[in-house]
């Protein structure tokens, strides 16, 4: 679906059922990646800025949105994260990985999530580490809120000050995602094929 198509879509909704679905849409993309909660985003901040809706209940919803699905993730890798590791103590789930999470999040962590959310391609697994290292769960939900707040941010913010440009504004971000995307990717990729060759020396 376009950036158009998502426009008019939300216009034939009235203003309480376009902020759910906007809020639903930051909660989802935690879940599921792929969704395209940044577009569904801009979309509502363009609403906003035809006065359909409202920036500031707009900002609030997807913040809180979006903070309720990294805080699933998190859960869920605090309560089941680190049983990965001690059934499946080989390949990719060794224990000396787990010792390594804890340890980046012990010297990091704050940082790690401030950025998280602007990181594209790694925000999910950024709030499943952050629950498998036990970081605190206050900690855990400032820092993280601090993420959202800016990123929303820069994006409602964004399509407040460009307004009629909101094409390039739409350009920008899926360009810097699909970059950091591709940059992920390939740190990924390179990783598993250390840890390949490491179990292969090893076996």
């Known amino acids: ?10 216009t034939t909704k009235q203003a309480i059922v376009v902020y759910l679905i906007l809020a639903f849409s930051a909660f989802i993309e935690n879940i599921f990646p792929p969704y395209p909660s940044d577009l569904i985003i801009l979309a509502g901040a363009f609403m906003a800025g035809t006065g359909e809706i409202n920036y500031i209940p707009l900002f609030i919803v997807t913040t809180i949105g979006g903070l309720a699905g990294a ?3 998190y859960f869920f890798g605090y309560t089941k994260g680190r049983l990965f590791f001690q059934k499946y103590n080989r390949s990719y789930f ?4 787990l010792a390594k999470i804890e340890i980046w999040f012990q010297r990091w962590g704050n940082m790690i999530l ?3 959310r602007i990181v594209a391609g790694v925000r999910s697994l950024i709030a499943i580490a952050a629950g498998i290292a036990k970081v ?3 900690r855990m939900t ?3 809120l601090i993420s959202f707040c800016l990123w929303y941010g820069i994006l409602i913010g964004g399509m407040y000050l460009v307004k009629s440009n909101w094409l390039e ?3 920008l971000i899926k360009s810097y995602e699909m970059l950091v995307i591709i940059f992920s990717a390939i740190i990924v990729t390179i990783w598993l094929i250390i ?3 490491k179990n292969r020396v090893r076996g």
């Open 71 to 73: 805080m699933v993730l």
């Open 169 to 171: 504004l739409v350009r």
């Open 94 to 97: 060794k224990l000396e990985y």
């Open 142 to 144: 400032f820092f993280t």
């Open 195 to 197: 840890i390949y060759r």
């Open 1 to 10: 679906m376009s950036f158009e198509e998502i426009i008019l879509y939300l």
């Open 114 to 116: 401030i950025l998280s």
């Open 136 to 138: 605190p769960a206050p």
